[in-house]
C-alpha cells in the first residue's frame, strides 16, 4: 500500500479557510476512492473516481467538497470554508476493476483551529 | 443496505493469549470480506480476505473464515503479541460496479491492546 501517495500528511487550517488534499494512485490502478476517519470512528466512504469521472459521490457532504481525478495528474478532495467538524484524517484508498481489494494510502489528517 | 457490525472495543490481551473479534455483515449477493489493520499513525493495511462461501483467509497467523451461514467472519489468531496492538477493521465489498469492484463498507473498528 506504499504506493498510494497522499499530501500533505498534516494540514492545519482555521475556520473559513479552504482545504486541499491529494492523492496521486498506484500505478496501473484507474480507481480512487475517499474515506474520512472522524476520532474513534471507522472509515466512511465519501466519493469514487475513475479518470475524468464522478463515479459515486454518494458518501459527500452535499455543500462545500467537491472531488475531482483529472487526466492527468493527482485526485484532489476540495473542502471549501472548513469547519471544526471537518477535522479528521482522510484517506485515499486505488484498486483496479478486477480484484475487489484497495490499497490505503497513509492519509491526510486535517485539523481545523 | 449493506453494512458490517463488529464488536466494540478496546481489548486488552495479555502476550500469548488467544484473540477473538466478531465481525458479523449484512449484504445482498456475494460480497467480498476483509480484514484492515491500522497501526497507530499510520494508514491501513489489508491484513487479509475471502472472496466467497467457507473461504479462509489468513496471514500473520491471523484467519478468518467467510461463513454465509451465519454472515460472519470473524477474526482470530491463537498467540497475540505486543506488535498485534493496532485496530481492526472488518469490511465488505459489495461488488457494486462493473461486476468487479465497490466501494468498502467498513465496520467501527476494534481496538486491541496487547500487554507483556
Known amino acids: 500500500n506504499a504506493g498510494v501517495m497522499q499530501n500533505p500528511r498534516h494540514l492545519v487550517r482555521r475556520r473559513g479557510q479552504e482545504a486541499r488534499l491529494r492523492c496521486s494512485p498506484m500505478?496501473?490502478?484507474?480507481?480512487v476512492y475517499w474515506y474520512r476517519q472522524l476520532p474513534e470512528e471507522g472509515l466512511k466512504f465519501m466519493v469514487y473516481l475513475q479518470k475524468e469521472n464522478i463515479i459515486d459521490e454518494s458518501g459527500m457532504p452535499k455543500e462545500r467538497f467537491s472531488a475531482e481525478f483529472p487526466k492527468e495528474g493527482p485526485s484532489i478532495l476540495r473542502i471549501q470554508q472548513v469547519v471544526r467538524g471537518d477535522s479528521a484524517a482522510y484517506f485515499c484508498?486505488?484498486?483496479?476493476?478486477?480484484?475487489?481489494?484497495?490499497?490505503f494510502g497513509e492519509g491526510s489528517r486535517l485539523t481545523v483551529l | 443496505g449493506n453494512s458490517v457490525t463488529q464488536m466494540e472495543g478496546p481489548v486488552t490481551l495479555s502476550e500469548e493469549a488467544f484473540l477473538t473479534i466478531n465481525c458479523t455483515y449484512t449484504?445482498?449477493?456475494?460480497?467480498?470480506l476483509f480484514w484492515y489493520v491500522q497501526y497507530p499513525g499510520e494508514g491501513l493495511q489489508l491484513l487479509l480476505k475471502a472472496t466467497k462461501a467457507d473461504d479462509k483467509g489468513s496471514n500473520k497467523g491471523f484467519e478468518a473464515t467467510y461463513r454465509k451461514e451465519t454472515t460472519s467472519f470473524h477474526l482470530e489468531k491463537g498467540s497475540v503479541q505486543v506488535s498485534d496492538s493496532a485496530v481492526y477493521f472488518c469490511?465488505?465489498?459489495?461488488?457494486?460496479?462493473?461486476?468487479?469492484?465497490?466501494?468498502?463498507?467498513f465496520g467501527k473498528g476494534t481496538k486491541l491492546s496487547v500487554k507483556p
Open positions: 449484504a445482498t449477493g456475494y460480497p467480498s
Open positions: 484508498a486505488s484498486g483496479t476493476s478486477v480484484t475487489g481489494e484497495l490499497f
Open positions: 469490511a465488505l465489498s459489495d461488488h457494486g460496479y462493473g461486476g468487479s469492484q465497490g466501494n468498502l463498507i
Open positions: 500505478k496501473g490502478h484507474s480507481h
